[in-house]
């Protein structure tokens, strides 16, 4: 990835600004800390991976802003690609994704930001941890792998080579094959109990040839009996059918007789109603007059209801008309009652005016008071902006003389505080030296428990894997007593289809089907129970494994910590022999100081301006308590000020007030006379006054109107009385033609009854002359059902053995097919057995590391030749021994990574270093592995980024630093280095300065 253009808009520091790469080999990007040179590079990983060192996306956003946009061009692989992010305050991010064609961007963004992220990262072929690991070397992360553990650099360098997919694939391997081996197990298991079943084949064949030539010879008894019971099943039929008829016959003799009684009945109540109807139809001709006398009632009040909707209308619209006169008479009252309010108040301003308009001469005579004082006032401004500065550059110098004197006290106590640490380490030794013994045969104790704890988990492992197969048994068996079941259900439907062959099943052979199912299914619950047993055993072990496992998982808690704490005491061990040398340093620095502070020799300079200074501010004789006297004499004077101006509103208001006064007293009585036509010759008093004749013309009255509709309430009930003479005229003749029919009806059933009665005592007759067969035939039916189930017991035995027979035969293909598989899920244990070490640690992992160290010792020695002049030399340590035991003739390696540091003087630790040396050689280091990263992660390593600060180099180590980029430059397209030191702005081909200023950060382009 080569940098083109970089546009900021609302970026952390920056409000506006764009950065032209183009032309930019190596270059310094400098300035004051706090000016914002580490957020140019925050703002390219932001836009292209959406990370920075932000907590939030919404904190990148510039204070006061409400958004954020981050515009990027670069080239990848001679292509032009162009990315843009933007953010909205408290909204999601927008992403855009660009490549030019022809001189045009042509956008290629995804549907969805994610999916343009992963679009972007394919394209670069690069994300965001290889690239802070490798193109970017962060601020104050130089050091980060040195400083770690052996053990911890190990991990880091898995992590950053990203071998822990080979570690997924380890565990992945490792599950599929312990699901294999479970396999092979339960295999194993189920093949025990079919040969066992097999052995019995022989046996099955001879008991199924006897039971055959049993069977025959019941069936032809049988047949013999069934012939004589059809005979006299014949006969019994034919009586049993007159037996039907006669009962068919004594119910509709019954019938019969219910419905002439019925028909009697029937007759009366007509009788009846007859005669309630011609009592009706006499009072015929009362009905008629009464009815009559309503109609003409109910017309009278008609017309009254039309007067008394006249009389409604015309009073309603008088009260109209009479609101309308009051809201008219309201508002002219209410505008003379407004005008004259607006009178009496011009009155009463006019008199608050002439108080303010008395007082002229005296507010005169304030205002030249208050031009005296505040041209006082302007001279003492003027003197107090040359002494402003003066005052506050000797506040500054006396602030920074305080400040030197403080942390020459503060560097004194901490090297006194320093001095006692080291006097504390020194009788420490003995102590830490015991502790350590001690810790270490803690860990030496909790070893061998972690032994017996992965023995516990083994066993664990074991038991459950029996569980798990007996629990598989059980499933199948409650499977096969379901099938059982439904077997069971299909077999007592009549005439039934059997379940194997799919043909029709006789009664005996039903019966056979039955007893032998249920005898399958008694076996099969039987093996259920015996299965739920063994897996309440497996249960309680494990159980009592789990309480085990986890009482030792609570004791081994504390092997890591003891472990740091003994890594932790070697160290401090280790480090007791630069004490001494430490604290006469310390002690040389503390006589230094002390003769510093009581000599007050430090910053003079400091002091010598500090007194030049106070000479100008006596020169000068400004007093700050004349100016403010001054100050208040001219707020004393504002007041007259004020009261000018006050003078000057009342003159115009007194004005407008001698204006308006004549015009509100005209208004008032033009209003007055409005008022007094209006409540005597409007159009509104003469509408009313039409209204009030008219209602007089009228002559409605109310009490006679109300008389007539009580009398036609009364007379009401003569209407319904007249409909229902009406429907009784319909309804006479209609009843006699039904008194005729229900005669003539009741003729024909008594007719009937009589035919009927003498057919039945036919029947009688005939029943008593039958034979009645039924106790023989019970009998001879008992003796053909004993005899059935007698060969009902035969088939069900020969269909067990049948089925025997049937499942040995399927046993034995099944065998078959389980040794097959069983050889090919063994093969299967074994690959993924052996995947699973390939792919773990000791596996791929190791050899991966081992192949790649040399590679990355070769690459840091060539850069660190060229920084130290040969003078330094790195070799990296994959293993060392173990601590030795007294028990333990050989001591045993251990996985690590140490990195031993040479010089002329031979190996030394890399605490021991200078701070130059120490940047130097983490820069190496830094530096190959980030070649490493970028060209395994399938791309040039074209852009070099080094934040990093070079204060720790003296001016050697500064020229070899800088002389080492330069010789590198060639294997990039683009070196940034960032810094806030301004000698090192000559030492690259480009400057870029950058300047923080009231408008956000500026950034300067020189060469």
């Not at 003749?733 to 003539?744: S, V, Y």
Request: one cysteine or more; charged letters at 30%; hydrophobic letters at 35%.
């Amino acid at each position: 990835m080569i940098p083109l253009q970089l546009t900021l808009k609302n970026f952390l520091s920056y409000r506006e600004t764009t950065l032209d790469f183009r032309g930019l080999h190596t270059a310094c990007i400098c300035g004051a800390n706090g000016a914002g040179k580490s957020s140019l590079l925050e703002a390219i990983t932001w836009v292209i991976w959406g990370q920075s060192r932000a907590a939030s996306d919404d904190d990148i956003i510039h204070a006061g802003a409400e958004y954020v946009r981050v515009d990027f061009q670069f080239s990848s692989n001679s292509q032009i690609y162009r990315v843009i992010r933007a953010r909205n305050r408290g909204r999601n991010s927008s992403l855009e994704f660009q490549i030019e064609n022809g001189g045009d961007f042509r956008s290629v963004t995804a549907k969805s930001l994610r999916a343009t992220q992963e679009q972007i990262i394919s394209y670069l072929k690069l994300d965001y941890d290889t690239f802070i690991n490798s193109a970017y070397l962060r601020q104050g992360r130089a050091d980060e792998f040195m400083l770690r553990r052996p053990n911890e650099r190990k991990q880091i360098l898995a992590d950053l080579l990203k071998l822990d997919r080979y570690e997924q694939l380890a565990e992945q391997a490792k599950d599929i094959s312990k699901q294999f081996k479970g396999q092979a197990e339960q295999l194993e298991l189920s093949l025990q109990p079919i040969e066992k079943q097999l052995e019995q084949k022989d046996t099955v064949v001879s008991q199924l040839t006897d039971l055959e030539k049993e069977l025959i010879k019941f069936q032809l008894l049988q047949e013999s009996d069934r012939e004589k019971l059809l005979q006299l099943q014949a006969g019994e039929h034919q009586r049993q059918s007159w037996y039907q008829q006669l009962t068919w016959q004594q119910t509709q003799y019954q019938n019969l007789l219910q419905d002439c009684e019925r028909l009697k009945t029937e007759q009366i109540e007509l009788k009846n109603q007859i005669a309630e109807l011609e009592k009706f139809l006499d009072r015929e001709p009362e009905i008629i007059a009464e009815y009559q006398q309503l109609l003409s009632l109910q017309q009278e009040e008609e017309t009254l209801s039309l007067k008394f909707q006249a009389y409604q209308d015309a009073q309603q619209h008088r009260q109209e008309l009479e609101q309308q006169l009051i809201q008219q008479t309201n508002e002219l009252n209410l505008q003379i009652q407004q005008r004259q309010t607006r009178l009496e108040s011009l009155q009463q301003q006019e008199q608050e005016l002439q108080q303010i308009l008395s007082r002229s001469a005296e507010i005169q005579a304030g205002l030249e008071q208050l031009r005296y004082h505040r041209q006082r006032l302007r001279e003492l401004d003027d003197l107090q902006h040359q002494v402003s500065p003066l005052l506050q550059r000797r506040y500054t110098l006396q602030t920074n003389i305080e400040r030197v004197q403080a942390r020459l006290t503060a560097q004194l106590e901490q090297l006194r505080f320093s001095e006692a640490q080291y006097l504390e380490e020194l009788a420490k030794v003995p102590e830490i030296r015991q502790a350590a013994l001690a810790v270490d045969a803690k860990i030496q104790e909790l070893e061998k428990k972690q032994v017996y704890q992965k023995r516990i988990e083994e066993k664990g492992q074991e038991r459950k894997s029996h569980k798990e197969r007996l629990q598989t048994n059980q499933k199948i068996c409650e499977e096969q007593l379901e099938e059982l079941k439904e077997k069971l259900k299909l077999l007592q439907i009549p005439n039934p289809i059997c379940p194997l062959c799919e043909q029709s099943l006789d009664e005996h052979y039903r019966h056979n089907v039955i007893y032998k199912t249920r005898n399958e299914q008694q076996e099969i619950q039987e093996q259920i129970w015996s299965f739920q047993e063994q897996i309440t055993a497996y249960e309680r072990d494990l159980q009592n494994l789990r309480i085990e496992y986890k009482q030792l998982q609570e004791e081994l808690t504390s092997y890591t910590s003891l472990q740091q704490q003994f890594g932790q005491l070697e160290a401090q061990l280790e480090a007791v022999s630069e004490v001494n040398s430490k604290l006469k340093q310390v002690r040389e620095e503390i006589a230094r100081v002390e003769y510093l502070l009581s000599s007050e020799l430090y910053a003079q300079d400091l002091q010598t301006e500090l007194q030049l200074l106070n000479q100008e501010i006596q020169r000068l004789n400004y007093d700050e308590q004349t100016h403010a006297l001054v100050r208040g004499e001219v707020e004393k004077w504002r007041w007259a000020e004020i009261k000018q101006a006050k003078l000057d509103d009342a003159s115009r208001r007194q004005s407008a007030i001698d204006a308006e006064k004549p015009q509100l007293v005209a208004q008032i009585e033009r209003l007055q006379t409005q008022l007094n036509q209006l409540r005597t010759s409007s159009e509104i008093q003469r509408q009313i006054e039409r209204l009030e004749r008219y209602l007089n013309e009228l002559g409605y009255e109310r009490s006679r109107h109300q008389n007539l509709i009580n009398s036609l309430r009364q007379a009401q009930p003569w209407q319904l009385r007249y409909q229902e003479l009406k429907q009784a005229k319909q309804q006479y003749p209609q009843l006699q033609n039904r008194l005729q029919q229900l005669e003539q009806l009741l003729q024909v059933r008594l007719g009937d009854r009589v035919t009927m009665k003498e057919q039945l005592d036919s029947l009688i007759a005939q029943m008593e002359k039958t034979t009645d067969n039924r106790e023989e035939i019970q009998a001879l039916e008992a003796k053909i059902q004993q005899q059935q189930r007698q060969i009902d017991e035969f088939l069900a035995q020969q269909g067990r053995w049948e089925q025997t027979l049937t499942q040995l035969e399927n046993l034995q293909i099944q065998y078959e097919e389980n040794c097959k598989q069983l050889k090919e899920v063994k093969k299967q244990y074994r690959i993924y057995q052996e995947l699973a070490q390939a792919f773990g640690k000791n596996g791929i992992q190791t050899l991966m590391i081992e192949n790649i160290l040399p590679q990355l010792e070769a690459e840091t020695n060539q850069i660190l030749a060229r920084l130290t002049g040969n003078q330094l030399h790195v070799q990296f340590l994959t293993q060392k021994a173990g601590r030795s035991n007294s028990k333990r003739k050989n001591s045993k390696l251990i996985d690590t990574l140490d990195i031993l540091i040479a010089d002329a003087r031979g190996t030394r630790a890399y605490e021991t270093y200078s701070g130059g040396e120490a940047f130097r050689i983490n820069f190496s280091i830094r530096l190959a592995l980030a070649r490493l990263l970028a060209q395994r992660a399938g791309t040039a390593l074209q852009l070099l980024i080094v934040d990093e600060g070079f204060g720790t180099q003296d001016s050697e180590g500064c020229d070899r630093l800088i002389a080492a980029i330069n010789a590198i430059a060639a294997d990039f397209a683009c070196i940034l280095t960032v810094t806030h030191m301004p000698q090192f702005k000559e030492a690259f081909q480009h400057r870029i300065e950058v300047r923080k200023t009231e408008r956000g950060s500026q950034l300067i382009l020189s060469n």
